[in-house]
């Protein structure tokens, strides 16, 4: 979606249009940055790589026991 649109800055504001009207993020006051878009995707990234190990942890000694 950020990739269709002529500038980081309307491509951003699209993107957080659409979160917001599906309701999953407010709006915000100011369009984010890139970078600060990918940081925060990282750490997104992260918390489902950590909960994923956990799951696999719990299944394994389910399996053994």
């Known amino acids: 979606l950020m990739a ?3 500038s980081e ?3 951003g ?3 957080d249009d659409l979160l917001a009207r599906m309701r999953l993020k407010p709006m915000p006051a100011a369009t984010r940055s890139l970078d600060q878009r990918i940081s925060g995707t990282r750490r997104l990234l992260m918390k489902q790589r950590m909960a994923f190990a956990v799951f696999a942890a719990a ?3 389910a399996a053994l026991l």
């Open 9 to 11: 800055v309307s491509g």
């Open 59 to 61: 299944s394994l000694m």
């Open 13 to 15: 504001g699209a993107v």
């Open 4 to 6: 269709s649109h002529d």
